[in-house]
């Protein structure tokens, strides 16, 4: 494996303007090579890169210590340092997991719609890449490899920006990617990691790189999602929050309503999916309120409530309006009673950020009505929020979770990675006058 | 019918933000409630309209001969005052679009894909509309009605936004469809029109209104798309230019060609399908070139060409590199001889649009080749540029073409004009840890 090639930061803006004008006219010209690429040189290349990243195990491993060793000397958490720190098995986990996402069906060249016209014209609409996606991201180096991988199964082209703190294990993967690339006969370009520590490169990305950026994926916290939300000047894949509801209706199954609830909130706390607030009907309050909030307590849960779910126990504390909006990502949640399915979806409607949201019910009608009313990404009847995942959707993975309107809505697989065009088939077709 | 409430231009730009935020929230507001509508009720508030713009003809010509004489006292163009310009016919045509419309499937509540999981949930992915939906226009009002009625159809709310020259007609046009929606129990402001010609309105729309604007469609000449899609900040959907391209293939058959480049070219010259560039393969030139430049001289046509096509005619002029990235939309075509199908791609990847391209030829190969390799929202094999249109698609209707890659491409339908949400049906699963 040659040296890798680790840019000091640049010394002044015209040189990063050039730096990255000339990362987005590279990603275009792979990107026009990409779309035409057959599914098997795309499926060969992803066993490659798998083989690569198995075969740089040391070279990625000594980067990635160094990533570490220098977060540790900035005072970063435990928790940033956990994310960061590859191993053995979490490398090999990588390598597995572009395996993966090279055996899932291609997404490109899918008929999506036939049309045949009174004329004889046949009319097809094929799934087309989307083209160049900059995908921004934190801490997780493994993101390098997901993304690379989803985007170039895909066909599009990939410019990927990493964290300060994961940049040396990022630059080391995304090397061996592009010698994957270019072992199978692929432009190596079609993936690029932006090469700079410099934080003015994420401004560029989000400016779109002269039309060379079609989407942006920001793959990180909070603080990143706002920023690339309120700058990018190109279509963005993002959830900014997950504020995840359960709604125990009049006719829930208790010990469903327990399952499903204590899995929706403590399965994990960190995910975008899980549950950040349980609504109660009033109609079985009587017999479902205290054994769920018991249950949550007795799970290890905070519970923040209104005043009938603090009249349960003692340990529930007060919520305050500023509980109903908040995505707490820890084993806190917030808790009220409800009166009907109306003020239920009321309250998800007003507080809630069209992610994920579940209702328990026996009742097929009042689920119907929740499915419909709730305006979220993905809604759900009798099932945890935590199904809120690419792979629990046998998409078999995801490049993240979207809770915009346009394009892709929930989770984003490879499918939501291409866009279409239409052909036309014709024997001399003229359009009357 | 009331009298019209045409408020005249604002005071000062308080007004307007108030003015303008209040028509985003009554919009919002109104989605909501369109997005639960059934399709039978839809359907009845759009025959509604149609009846209510017939039974307001007396106010709608009126209002629209003030337009026609303020355009002519401020001096505007005949083409500008032909497009403004209403009479019984056309407001007949106009009542009747908005049937047809009525009459389209509902787009709304399709099943787009329905996933079975071995944990035995089942993962609906189903059509729901986008949400609010704003419309800029210039001279012609019967957008009001065709937009309208389209975004309607697709369970959205629309804000229009007409230009000063089409204002009155336009106020008057949206005043009986919001009296359809009524009589049909749909809130009347789910179809608004901004009431006022301040040019500081668009501004507000393409800032989003407060996020209670999802996509932006304008609708009007190069000036307008061209603001809107450097100003917007939220999705758009439009093309800027429709630079489409006839390619005559070496094996293309020379009367089907002929036939092709004059629909292509000379049906309409105003439209966006309209052909702008002729391709013709060193291949044939020897027996294609002089028919086919010759035709469309004798068609009225002017040509400006390379060497090759200016030796055929003496009224062909000289090409500029400029006219090969020219929208005439008039009578006049650029043309030139290239060498081999993968110079005409390199051609129209160089200077098309991505709007509509066409080869012409008998080679299955090269056709396939061509419209693959084109990265355009519409590739056509021997069938004319002009079939670049919602109704020849069988769509029933369009709000426009799109060029962007993001949510739709080609012609607008009222399907795209619907984004997804996912369904998940379970019995009480949760998902593993």
């Known amino acids: 494996m040659p040296a890798l090639n680790l840019k000091s930061d640049l010394a002044n803006s015209d040189d990063l303007t050039t730096l990255m004008a000339g990362i987005g006219r590279r990603a275009r010209a792979a990107a026009r090579q990409m779309a035409l690429a057959p599914a098997q040189t795309k499926d060969v290349a992803l066993r490659t890169i798998a083989e690569r990243l198995r075969a740089s195990r040391e070279v990625i491993l000594r980067e990635n210590a160094r990533d570490v060793a220098a977060a540790k000397a900035a005072g970063q958490t435990q928790a940033l340092i956990d994310r960061l720190t590859l191993d053995e098995k979490r490398l090999e986990g990588i390598a597995a997991a572009v395996e993966k996402i090279g055996a899932l069906p291609d997404p490109v060249g899918r008929q999506l719609a036939a049309i045949e016209r009174p004329n004889g014209l046949l009319i097809e609409r094929v799934a087309v890449p989307l083209g160049v996606i900059g995908v921004i991201f934190e801490s997780r180096p493994n993101v390098t490899a997901d993304a690379g991988a989803l985007c170039l199964k895909a066909g599009n082209a990939a410019i990927l920006r990493a964290g300060s703190d994961s940049h040396r294990s990022a630059v080391a993967i995304a090397q061996a990617m592009s010698e994957g690339l270019a072992a199978a006969g692929l432009p190596a370009d079609a993936i690029q990691i932006v090469p700079t520590r410099d934080r003015a490169a994420v401004g560029a ?59 929706s909130k403590m399965r994990r706390t960190g995910i975008c999916g899980a549950a950040e607030t349980l609504l109660v009907d009033q109609a079985c309050a009587e017999t479902h309120l205290a054994p769920l909030v018991t249950a949550l307590l007795d799970a290890g849960c905070a519970v923040r409530g209104d005043a009938a779910v603090q009249a349960v126990d003692a340990r529930v504390s007060a919520a305050s309006e500023a509980d109903w909006r908040t995505e707490y990502l820890d084993a806190v949640i917030s808790a009220r009673v409800v009166d009907g399915l109306d003020a239920a979806i009321d309250h998800i409607e007003t507080n809630g950020s069209h992610h994920t949201d579940a209702i328990i019910t026996a009742n097929a ?61 014709g024997n001399g077709q003229t359009r009357p006058v």
Do not use: W
Request: hydrophobic residues 45%.
């Open 365 to 425: 009608e009042a689920a119907a009505r929740f499915l419909a009313e709730v305006d979220s990404a993905i809604v759900t009847h009798n099932a945890s929020t935590q199904f809120a995942d690419g792979g629990e959707f046998g998409f078999g993975a995801e490049i993240g979770i979207a809770t915009g309107r346009m394009h892709a809505r929930g989770p984003v697989g490879v499918e939501q990675l291409t866009t279409f065009k239409y052909r036309v088939h």
């Open 205 to 263: 990305m989000l400016a779109g790189l002269n039309g060379c950026v079609d989407v942006i994926v920001p793959r990180g916290g909070r603080g990143l999602v706002e920023r690339v939300q309120s700058e990018a000047r190109v279509p963005v894949f993002a959830h900014l929050d997950g504020i995840c509801h359960v709604y125990v209706h009049g006719q829930a199954d208790l010990d469903m309503a327990r399952t499903v609830l204590l899995n």
